[in-house]
């Protein structure tokens, strides 16, 4: 590791005010220190710095595609903060990441920042392959399309489902109830 990977990553590392006031000013540096800066706003700012952690997720996109881990942070940033015009970033990185995980990630964004989400987006992830995503979309997905309320019916009881998808589809609908 050289020693300026080391001093961002020592950077990454901070906490405090001083290290997020720093972050800010250093967020729309187009190096590894500003992309730092951008991840740190996005986990430890507050709503004051959403342009400048929308501005760090749509450079990492841009910049290495929907796959790279910083994602996860500024993904989860970006739905911490609720930065709603971030939908259309996340809609591409769910659709584009390889990572189930980062995917999942991307939903948990997608509810916190797209009105459109329980329209869209969670009648997908009702068929996703981690439970975590199953379950945010069991407790989200709009119950007035008949696939939705299908799919919703056969989670509820599947002996494979995990307990916790079971338990977010029958706080909607029974699996012998209109939905809810």
Known sequence: MTVAEAAVDAFERMRGAVAVDRARRWAGRPDPLGAAAGRMLAC???????????AALREAVRGEGPDVPALWTLVDGAGRLGITCAAPVLRHVYRETASSHLRGRA????????????????????????????????????????????????LAVDPAEEAEVQTAVRSRIGPDTPAA
């Open 44 to 54: 430890r700012g507050g709503t004051r710095d959403r342009d400048l952690v929308l």
């Open 107 to 154: 939903a948990r964004a997608l509810a916190a920042t797209d009105p459109s989400f329980a329209a869209g987006f969670a009648v997908e992830c009702l068929w996703d392959c981690e439970e975590s995503t199953r379950e945010l979309a069991a407790r989200h997905a709009e119950t007035g399309d008949t696939r939705v309320v299908e799919r919703l019916r056969r």
